[in-house]
Structure formats: C-alpha cells, structure tokens
C-alpha cells in the first residue's frame, strides 16, 4: 500500500518499532483493517446509544464524527478515504458491515450485553475470524471478567493494608498504570473499583465527576495496537456514562495512549513525526511516563512477540538486569526474550526505582541516567508462571527478593507441558482464559504476581503462595477477593541452590552438599535435532538407504522428492531445500552415515547423519566423535516439563527428543582429540578418589545410574529435581560405592535395548519373566505372520507444517487378575530375588493387561505398573506401539518386532523389581555422602566445565571446505536480505 508509506513510517517511528520482511507487512496491514472494521463497530456502538439520534440509520462514511480521539479520527479519515479503500476492495465489505449492524435490534442488543461486555466480548472473536494466525502469534486472549476483578481487589487491599492508603484506588495520589491495556478491560474495572469506595464518602451527584478526574487524571493504558487502542477509549467512555457522567468530545478524552509502554521513559529528543495529531499522541504519553507519580501497575501483558515486528535497543536492553546475578547462579536459556518478562522490568524499574538524569551542561543533549532503588508501590500482572521456576530467571527472581517488601503469588495452573493440564488429582485443569467458546484457551499456564515495595524498605528471603487447580479456580479467585492475605497464602522460602524458585520444592537432608551431574561428568551434549524425522530418520535401514539414494539421484528432478517426501523440500527460515540438494548432489552422498540412532526410550532407529549444510539441522558434530563401540551415555535433564524421571543408557547417538524437553548426554568415556584414546569422563579428583578406593574409573557413572533410578531417591529429592539437574550422593566406603555400582551396571544393562541382557533377553529366561508379554493368539493357536498387523489403535499420522507426525491413540487394552499359572510363576520369581510376594506385585502391579494387536492377537500378562512405566516423559510401550500402527507403518509387525515388546516388557519388569535393592543403597550412599572438598571439586566447578568444553569442541573445531563454504553462503544470504530490506524501505520517489 504505497499510499500509507507515511502512516507506516510514522506509527514505527512513534512505537520505536519496525515492520520487517513479509509478516511486518502482514501485520501492518492487519493492523489497519482491524482499525478501521473496529472504528466502524465503536462509531456504531456511540450512535446507537446517542438520543436523539443523529441519523435514522448507521453509515459507516459519517463514523469519523463518532470518533473524538485525535489522532483516531485521523488514522481512520486516512483508511477509509477511497483512494485506500478501493485499491484494497472493502467498500462493499464496509456497506455490509453496516447493513449487518443497521439490522440489530439495539435495545434487546444492550440488554444482553452491557456496554463494556459487548467490547470486550467481541474484540477477541473478530481477531479470530479475522486473522487466526496473527492471533495466536500475538497471544491475544480476553482476560476474564473474575480475574480482572481479583487482581483489582487484591490492589486496593495491598494499598490499603500493605501501604497505609486508606482509601485505596481511590486516594487522588494513586495514579495507575495499565501498560498492555488492550481493550481497556482492567481500566474500567478500577474505575468501577473507585466508584464503589467512594459510595461510602456520601459525595452525593459528584461521585462520577470525581470518577471521571480519576479517569483523566490518573488512571492511564498504554496499547501498541490501534484496533485495541480504539476500543479502550471507547471502553472508558461507556463506563464513565454508566456512572452518569462523560467525556466531553472536544476538550476531554480518556487517559489512554497509543505508545509502546517498553520505551520512552528517558527524556529523549524525538524525530518530527508527519502526523500532528500522532506528535501530540506520543508528547502526552511521555508526558506520563517521564511526570506521573506512578503507584500502581496492573495488566495482562503479551505472551508473544509480534511476529515481523522489531524492537529497538531502549526495549531489548530492559532484561540486561536479570542477566547478572549476585549470588544466585547464572540465567540459562532464552526465557528472558519473553515479552511479558520486559513488561515485569518496566513495572520494577518504575516502581522501585528513582530515576536521576545528568547533564554535561544546560544546553547539551547528552544526558546519563542512573536508577536507585527509593519508589514505592504496587505491581500486579497476570503472566506465564514459567518464570516462577524457570531456568531463565534465576537472577529475575533474586531481584524481585532484594527490591520487594512482599511477593504474593496466584499460581493458576492448567499447563499443558508441566501438568498435563491435570490437578493433583488427576482431575481437568483448563488455563484460567478456557471458556465455553474457547476451550482450548493457552497452552502454558499462567500466575498473579503481586509484588509491593514499601517506603521503609526491607528485603526479603520468603514469599506468599497458593496453588489454584481446576474447573472453579475463577469462582475460587472471585470468592477470595476480600480475604486477608495471612488467610489465603503459604509462606515459601526459596531456595539459593535450586536458583531461588518462587514454588515449594522438597529435598532430602543433606541434598545440596552432593554432586551435581555436571559437576561429576564434566562432558555432555545436546541430542540430534533433524526437524525432518519423516525423511531422515526409519525403523527401517533399507528403506532409509532407499530415500537417500533418491535424494542424491540426479535423474530425479526436485519436483518428483517433493511429491514423494514433501517435507525435506519444505523451506524454513534456516533451510533452503533446493541449494541443499543441490550442494549435497555435487558431493554425494557419504558413505556410512545411516546410524544407529536412539529416537525414544526403547526405540532404537536408524539415521542418515549429513555432516553438512541443514538437511540435518543440529547434527551435534561434537558429539558423535564419542559415541563408540563399548562407549555409553546418561541422558537426563536439567529441568523437565513436568514430574522428573529417571536417566536413560544409550550406546548408539540419541535424539534431542529422547527426553520430552530435550536430553543432554553424559558419556561414560570422552575422546582426545588429539590421540583419540579414551578417557574417563570424570575430573581428575574425582578419578583419583575412585583409584584410592580401589575402584574403576566407571564406578561414579555407575553408581549415578544406580541412584538415579532409586524409588526412594526420587520420593525424597522430587522437588528439586524438577528444578535442576540431579544430584547424587558418592559415598566414601568402597564397598557402598562397589554395590551401587554393580547395581547401576546391571540396570545400564536392562536399559540398553542394544545390549542383551542375560536372563531376561537372553539364555534361560527367569521364572517370573517368562509368562510376561507372551504373544498370544485366541484359541491358543499358533500365530502367522498376517496375523502380526497392528490395527489395534495405538497410532495414527497427523499433517502438521508441511509434514507429518504420529499421534499416540488409545488401543486396547484389557485388565485382569493373573491366572494361576501366572502367579504361581511370578511367587516363584519374588522367592528367587528374596522378597514376599505382596512386594513383588507392589512394585510391577496388582492386577495384569492383555495388550491387544488386533482382534485375534495379544500380548498376554503385562503387568500394571510395567504398562505404565515412564521414561523421558513417554509411556515407553505404548509409545512405541504408536509408531508401529499398520496405518503408521504401512506394513505389519515383523517376527523380531513382535518378541521385542516381549522383551521390552521383562527388562521393564526386571527394572521395577530391583526397587527396594536401588532403595537400600541409595540410603547407604545419602549417609556416608562426600562433600565437594572431599572429591576435589569446587563449589562451582567452572574450572573442570571450562576445561570438558576444551575437549567437547575437539574434532568439531576442525572446519572442512564445504563447512566453510557453508558458512560463507550464510552470510551472504544475511547480506542479500539486508539489502532487500533496505530497498523496501526506500521511498517510491527514489
């Protein structure tokens, strides 16, 4: 639209922002459409109430003597001139909207909505209807009426409670800011809040004007989005009439501003804007963030960036003071990029910093501004919880410590990732913004933080916290609103070695003094990343090697590999599939690289390993040069998504999706670069200790592995090990250390399907195994191979960004008791291992599933508690049953295929019947744990991390030709787009 070059320059200009490439003209363009449709509705909405009315019927044409904000009527006059709107053919779509809205029955219209809920409610579903995409991007999601009222609520009582303010929101010194105020949803309500304390002054007929001062005066929003900003004005100027009282068009106007609320807080020197009335809308909002007494913040800022929309520096700089920590450990991670941690920065800065400007002399321009901590006030924001725990945010939370006198925290819950949106109990648990219209609602799950900071101020070292769960948290909030906080919150103290989490997490005495995994193996690496598993990755090695030769086959044009693997000639923002092809073509293909490849807990695959370009995207080149014949690996987590779970033993390269939140490798030996001998991944005090006590260099990785998978160590340590990486206890009495070891070296066995496992893969299988997972077809007869096709369920394929996945389905399954023979054979087996019965079925299972194949074929005696067993955040059977559904597959089950669920159900079994031995040395271990001292390492371990890193790069270091000439194609497309954007920003004139 070369026509609204000026408005785009401007509104960037303005907002400190930049529209970039495709999507920032996409969202531009929203951007005006969405104003101008919302400009028509609030114009309506404003005629419809007028009486007498100005005209018998609507005409969106007149809609700009509706509109009394400036700046408003002028972006509108600018869309809606026909020059615009013809070129971009909504005129006729303009006189249906106003034919559609001069059809409401407006009378039964405002009795089913009052003015504010009609707003509100439908903002949110025009967004939806209008431009999906940009939506979801913009993470644009009603805020309910329950939770603006509560966080309103809560305010006013900290004010009065925790501040001395008597009258609250109320009192003429509380200004309020709401600084992502969309439509103007918490706006209203504390101007509602004003209202009903001022009903106890007996103001009489003056109560709305003393509303409407607040209104003008201190009650601000600040919205980066025009078609929100709209409908805020119009949101207050409802409210306002509702009282009695409104705004006069032309001298008056709502404390709302359209201006980015992250910058401009600094006296600056702006560039002339061409709009006056946009110069005016920028000067009143600095006006604001530069004079206004600011004491309380309140609002629900955004959860997403805005795609093709760039900050400047002044806004990317604001999360630089939660990236030095003092005492707390370092950020990790890319969780302070997130939009609503800047807006919790802004809130901090304004409230408990004084800011100070000095100047190199009276006439300069040159100015620095230094922040002390000397405010007072109140933050309440409802945002993602990730920051409660998250690793991003270790040094974000220490400051909230040091700078408050008080953080109240509302976990709400409803999670997808961490709980499964599930309570304790198992029961739903939707996110707060689920309605009847909207279930699904977010997938993240959300918090209100109230943080105060008084004038005396003291630093503190606990905080106030509840959990929220389930269908009735809105009602439970509302109902909670007026309760004193002693009576509602649980005292928390956060603890320094987890990384100050601001929820309860337990551990065991003595936990923080033993060795973290890190700490102990210095060395580890990222899983595979392919982002094209459907092209790289099979069950199948002949069928791999089918689709690589086809993709290195130069008699088969790009055009045919799309039709039969759409999705490696798929582009992305780092793959371009046609220069791959064609780079990878002029070398061939290398010989060698289809891998073993551990894709998921007891699913082992196959991999074509491309050393370069992005077929492969993350291809961990500095990882592979340590997987080896007789070489293994931990992989764990430093935090999972939701409940922690024990470590898994690979031999072959593992997936970055081995663990739902990605794994990290700890290798058993590390390879020299240099001679390429192998070395045991353990510092050297560490090695030494182990020497002194007689014992191998893998002893420590065998005992960690031991512990790791302790029922008791998990029940003990659980808390924390949701929050960081596991720590274990290395004991000082070699024979303590011995047992743990040969325990951990017996389950890397039984975890390592690569690795056949005598007595229960191999040789004469143990009693009790021996009845578990039988393949079993009704009537007892003998099973076929047809009979072996998998049909029961288990999978299906999805399509999902121009590939596909596999989706887990129910199956079927069918609970029973055991059969006599079967329990007599597993009563032999708890004899053999030295254990009553009772606990034998405690720790694989009561009661026993038949797992069906199909109608005829099942895997008999599966017990319960095998059947459920979890690794890395997946049922590991049915898990991998779901890739194996003959619809997923394409054919059915081979022999090996179908004894390998046998075998995978006794090594599970054989796993969980090691419980109480894993128990018992684990408390032998815990009560002769040794120190960091004691095992030579330091607090820290920065020097042993520094040094693994030396080594990690290693071979890695070495860069080929075609890596350089990779990395020389990367900068020039840099470059190509730098240009490209440059020409597009030039003026037509040029």
């Not at 600056?268 to 206004?292: C, G, I, T």
Request: aromatic share 8%.
């Amino acid at each position: 639209m070369p026509a609204l070059v000026n408005v785009r320059s401007s509104l960037e200009e303005a907002l400190g922002v930049r529209f970039e490439a495709e999507k920032g003209d996409h969202f531009f363009r929203s951007t005006l459409v969405q104003t101008l449709f919302y400009g028509v509705f609030s114009a309506w909405v404003l005629w419809a109430r007028e009486v007498p009315r100005s005209s018998p019927r609507f005409d969106w044409r007149a809609a700009v003597w509706h509109l009394t904000v400036p700046f408003i009527r002028t972006l509108f006059q600018q869309m809606a001139s026909p020059m615009h709107l013809q070129p971009l053919r909504l005129v006729e779509v303009l006189d249906w909207t106003a034919a559609t809205l001069n059809r409401v029955d407006t009378g039964e219209f405002f009795k089913r909505f009052n003015d504010a809920d009609a707003v509100q409610f439908f903002y949110e579903p025009f967004l939806e209807a209008f431009d999906p995409e940009l939506r979801k991007e913009l993470g644009v999601w009603y805020t309910p009426n329950e939770v603006v009222k509560y966080m309103v609520a809560r305010v006013d009582m900290a004010l009065r409670e925790d501040l001395g303010i008597d009258d609250g929101l109320a009192s003429d010194r509380v200004y309020v800011l709401d600084p992502c105020c969309g439509t103007g949803a918490f706006l209203a309500a504390v101007l509602k809040r004003i209202s009903t304390t001022l009903d106890g002054k007996a103001l009489g007929g003056l109560k709305g004007q003393k509303v409407k001062q607040a209104a003008l005066n201190r009650v601000f929003g600040f919205e980066i989005m025009p078609a929100p900003f709209v409908v805020a004005h119009l949101q207050v100027g409802l409210t306002l009439r509702e009282m009695g009282v409104s705004l006069d068009a032309g001298t008056e106007r709502a404390g709302v501003f359209l201006t980015n609320a992250l910058t401009g807080w600094e006296p600056h020197v702006s560039k002339p804007l061409p709009f006056p009335e946009l110069e005016q809308e920028r000067a009143a909002a600095d006006k604001v963030k530069q004079d206004s007494p600011i004491l309380v913040i309140i609002g629900n800022p955004p959860y997403n960036g805005f795609a093709g929309v760039t900050e400047g520096p002044e806004e990317r700089a604001l999360t630089n003071a939660y990236k030095n920590p003092k005492k707390v450990r370092r950020p990790e991670g890319q969780g302070l990029n997130d939009p609503y941690v800047r807006f919790f920065r802004m809130a901090e800065r304004r409230i408990v910093q004084k800011l100070t400007v000095e100047k190199k002399d009276l006439l300069s321009d040159d100015m620095r501004f230094h922040y002390g901590d000397a405010g007072e006030g109140v933050v309440c924001l409802i945002t993602n919880s990730e920051w409660l725990d998250g690793l991003s945010h270790p040094a974000m939370r220490e400051r909230y410590l040091e700078a408050f006198d008080i953080v109240r925290i509302d976990n709400l819950n409803g999670d997808s990732r961490k709980t499964g949106k599930k309570t304790p109990d198992g029961a739903p648990d939707p996110s707060i913004f689920s309605t009847e219209h909207n279930r699904e609602g977010i997938r993240k799950g959300t918090a209100i933080s109230t943080l105060v900071r008084k004038q005396d101020h003291q630093s503190i070292n606990s905080i106030e916290y509840r959990d929220l769960w389930g269908t009735k948290k809105r009602k439970e909030l509302l109902d909670s609103s007026e309760v004193k906080s002693a009576l509602l919150y649980q005292k928390i103290t956060p603890i320094l070695e987890l990384g100050l989490p601001f929820i309860a997490a337990s551990a065991g005495m003595g936990y923080f003094d033993w060795t973290s995994l890190p700490d102990l193996f210095p060395t580890s690496f990222p899983g595979v990343k392919t982002s094209r598993d459907e092209f790289l990755v099979d069950i199948d090695e002949n069928a791999l090697a089918r689709r690589i030769a086809d993709y290195f086959n130069p008699k088969i044009s790009n055009d045919d590999v799309q039709k039969r693997y759409p999705q490696v000639m798929a582009s992305s923002d780092r793959f371009d599939p046609i220069a791959t092809r064609a780079r990878l073509q002029q070398r061939g293909v290398e010989p060698g690289h289809i891998r073993r490849y551990v894709y998921r807990p007891f699913d082992v695959r196959w991999l074509y390993w491309e050393p370069e370009t992005k077929l492969l995207d993350e291809k961990r080149a500095e990882y592979l040069p340590h997987v080896s014949e007789g070489n293994l690996a931990l992989s764990t987590q430093q935090k999972p998504r939701s409940d922690w779970q024990s470590s898994q033993i690979t031999g072959p390269i593992a997936c970055l999706d081995l663990i739902d939140r990605g794994s990290t490798n700890f290798p058993l030996f590390v390879k020299d670069a240099q001679s390429g001998s192998l070395t045991p991944n353990t510092p050297r005090g560490v090695h030494k200790f182990l020497k002194d006590r007689g014992q191998q260099p893998q002893a420590a990785f065998y005992a960690a592995i031991a512990l790791l998978h302790s029922p008791a160590y998990r029940a003990d340590n659980e808390g924390a090990l949701r929050m960081d990486w596991p720590r274990v206890p290395i004991p000082g009495m070699a024979e303590t250390l011995k047992l743990s070891a040969d325990l951990g070296e017996t389950l890397a066995t039984l975890l390592n399907p690569e690795t056949p496992a005598p007595g229960v893969s191999i040789g004469t299988l143990r009693i009790g195994l021996r009845v578990l997972g039988v393949a079993t077809k009704r009537g007892d007869a003998a099973i076929e191979a047809a009979d072996l096709a998998l049909t029961a369920g288990w999978g299906s394929v999805q399509n999902a960004g121009g590939g596909s996945i596999v989706m887990p389905g129910r199956g079927l399954t069918l609970l029973r008791d055991y059969t006599p023979e079967e329990r007599a054979a597993l009563e032999a087996e708890a004899m053999q291992q030295g254990m009553p019965f009772d606990t034998l079925l405690g720790l694989i299972g009561g009661k026993t599933y038949d797992v069906l194949l199909n109608t005829d074929v099942y895997w008999a005696n599966v017990p319960e508690k095998v059947w459920d067993y979890t690794l890395g955040g997946y049922q590991v059977i049915k898990k991998w049953l779901s890739y194996r559904e003959q619809s997923v597959l394409g054919r059915p089950l081979k022999l090996d295929e179908a004894l390998y669920v046998s075998e995978t159900v006794r090594r599970i079994a054989a796993i969980l019947t090691m419980g109480p031995a894993l128990d018992a040395s684990y408390l032998a271990c815990a009560a002769d744990a040794q120190t960091y001292e004691a095992l030579d390492l330091s607090r820290d371990a920065a020097r042993e991390r520094r040094t693994a890193k030396t080594k990690k790069r290693g071979i890695s270091q070495k860069l080929t030709p075609a890596m350089i000439a990779n990395r020389e194609e990367a900068r020039k497309a840099a470059r190509d787009a730098k240009a490209k954007r440059k020409k597009r920003e030039m003026p037509e004139s040029a």
